[in-house]
């Protein structure tokens, strides 16, 4: 079937003029002789041409709805091209024997076993599938990737610490997969280097579901590169998306019992962070371990109870967000923007919590076990929460919680 960037292509000139109309795109770089393609080559330039704008048009006023429809229009549905900066970057570093997957919308190179590059590539697409399905039922605005994104699987787990701390500056030998902003790539391996035992799988997955939400929040601009956002919405989203059944809908809108239950035995313990300090946390420095989880727990409960009851004002907190000033936000700053969205802090925390509570108290005999059960489980979260406080080092670093791949104890 002819796809709808070809069937698009007799309308460049019509897009092209539009673009030329947009009143804070530099009109120099294009010409009406651009607009006048007859050949293929040509309008597929043009259009190129028009997609920049457009894109360029968004960084000034993020919110146009009538210049997103028209980039949507231009580039929504065309080929996504493999190369980038990122790819070329990773494949200048990885040797050959480092095979390349490729989906619709990422690019793996992987020297790991073939079915499982593959399985982890889809877990990638499947990322992709729920995250649009959230942002657009969210009424939100993700602009269409530019190119694929970039992924690296290693089979062994030496081989990829090497890699981590040498290209990544990433040391931490709890950490099973990362993003890195810098780089743009998220990385991780299959088999653990002490037991020669495969990564178990739904650590696995939910780990590479939580790192491409991080990678997929940039790329279609659902968070701004430019502004430090706190770190409930960055984690609170990226492990509201974990799950260990890819092939099923998963999200905001499904519950994850690990972290459920972790924040459940948080909430009846009366440790939770009060609302007020949350919102406005961006680094955990010197903060504990335990403050450091109960964090990933607290935000994971309070955007999956946002999304079911809040959508509109996380829609908008979101998008306030993406208007910011670039740069550090204050705190005094971070909580007026939340307050924006959601009204008093704290009446929202007693609204919140209050249903917690009834939750809580419904749990019968049965949940209390799978709660306990699910303590002994692990649980995925990133190393952002305690990482040096420059702004590159925010995102993307995993660890786990509870257990970990050779049954040794960790932090928590
Ligand atoms: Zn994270």
Known sequence: MKSRFWKLLPTVVLVAVAVLALPFVPGQSVSPRNVQAETPGNSIAAMELAERQYRHALRMNPLCEETYAKLLEVAGDRPIPKDSLAYRAARELLSRRFLEYE??????????????????????????????RFTNRLGLRPLPLQHKLVCVLFERESDYRAFAAEQDGIHDPWIVGYYSPRHDRVVFFRTADESGREVPENISIATTVHEAIHQLHFHTRVKSVN????????????????????????????????????????LAADELLPLRELVVLTVMNGASSEQVSAMYHQSYALVVWLNRFRRDGLRDYLNAMLIEPPGHVTEKRQLEIFEQAFGDVDALERRWLDHEQRNLAALGQEDHEAARRALTAWTPSCLC?????TFDNHEGRQRLVIGNLNNRSCAH
């Open 227 to 266: 502004v430090q956002y706190p770190l409930w919405i960055c984690e609170g989203i990226a492990t509201a998306f974990e799950t260990d059944e890819p092939g099923h809908a998963f999200g905001p809108d499904h519950e994850f019992i690990p972290r459920r239950t972790r924040f459940s035995t948080l």
């Open 385 to 389: 929460a305690r990482g040096t406080g």
């Open 103 to 132: 989906t619709r919308r990422f690019i793996v190179l992987s020297d790991a076993e073939p079915r499982w590059s593959r399985s982890q590539a889809e877990h990638l697409e499947r990322s992709h599938h729920q995250f649009m």
